[in-house]
């Protein structure tokens, strides 16, 4: 599995999908599209596989960008959330979409109709187990 995993990996990122931003600042927008209210570096950190330095460093940078912003908490004044800009949720949803096609054109290539119901299947069921607040269309890691 763990074989599987990286070769899907490294054709996801070899992908000519990755124009407007990398696959790990994608990941960073994917995350933060899920939550209209933005979220926290902690909350952030949960749905990517990166350290919190690492997305400390990427956040600073799509900031720059444009991207995403910081505002205020309105439970915790200490607190920071990010949340995406206009511009963040549109490159977002661009690059979404050919990644959405890029994974269907390999899984397609690679499995049957029966094996993706399987795969899904069998995905889910991992994911429910080991995070259970994850509703049946997330995912972690790949996403469109």
Not at 124 to 131: A, D, F, K, M, P
């Amino acid at each position: 599995m763990f074989r599987a995993q990286v070769a899907l990996l490294r054709t996801f990122g070899a992908d000519d999908v990755w124009i407007e931003v990398s696959q790990n600042e994608y990941d960073v927008l994917y995350t933060l599209s899920k939550s209209a209210n933005g979220m926290s570096m902690v909350e952030i950190n949960r749905g990517i596989l990166m350290t919190q330095a690492g997305i400390s460093r990427l956040v600073a940078r799509l900031e720059t960008r444009g991207l995403l912003e910081r505002c205020a908490d309105d439970h915790d004044r200490r607190a920071v959330r990010m949340i995406l800009t206009p511009e963040g949720a549109r490159i977002q949803k661009v690059v979404g979409r050919r990644h959405a096609s890029a994974i269907t054109s390999t899984m397609t290539r690679a499995l049957s109709r029966e094996q993706l119901e399987q795969l899904r299947d069998i995905s889910r069921t991992i994911t429910s187990v080991i995070h259970p607040t994850h509703t049946d269309h997330e995912s972690p890691r790949i996403h469109a």
